[in-house]
């Protein structure tokens, strides 16, 4: 197994409208955010379990612009195609040149809905069971650690 598949998974975002700050990408923080929502309601984890256990980031800095996401999903991708990528939502999936196919995993990518509240996907059965046990598929030493806790964290 590479070293690359042995590296943290990498959480695969928009923006962050709090700043452009890569610390604070999907960062758990402040509650009702993407980065908590996908941490808190949809993992179901606790934070510094979260935080510890994903790398995370953003594919623009400022405004969503396909063209810059398109370099920054390239700049990710082509030096660590072993890398465990999950992506979270359609515009992601567009700059990596892959279809949206929520909850699917291939062997390059993990996909799931954007975590936003305004994501309908999320409101469907069995949604959040299904995220879980796709990111588990790719993820299993995260066992205990997803679904610890459910909404509250």
Same mark, same amino acid.
């Given at each position: ?23 604070? &990408?999907?960062?758990? /923080?402040? @509650?009702?955010? $993407? ?6 309601? #949809? !993992? ?24 810059? &996401?398109?370099?920054? /999903?390239? @700049?990710?991708? $082509? ?6 990528? #999950? !992506? ?66």
């Amino acid at each position: 197994m590479s070293c690359l598949r042995d590296a943290k998974p990498l959480l695969v975002g928009e923006l962050n409208p709090y700043g452009a700050d890569p610390e604070f &990408a999907l960062y758990p /923080a402040p @509650d009702g955010c $993407s980065g908590h929502r996908l941490c808190c309601l #949809i !993992l179901g984890m606790q934070r510094r379990a979260y935080l510890d256990s994903f790398d995370r980031v953003n594919l623009c800095s400022d405004k969503w612009s396909l063209k810059q &996401a398109r370099q920054a /999903a390239y @700049d990710l991708f $082509s030096p660590q195609p072993e890398r465990r990528f #999950i !992506l979270l939502g359609s515009k992601v999936c567009s700059a990596f040149g892959v279809d949206f196919k929520p909850f699917v995993r291939s062997e390059e990518f993990l996909i799931l809905p954007h975590p936003s509240g305004l994501c309908r996907l999320w409101n469907e059965v069995n949604a959040v069971a299904m995220a879980r046990a796709a990111v588990l598929a790719i993820a299993p030493e995260l066992v205990g650690k997803i679904g610890e806790v459910d909404g509250k964290c």
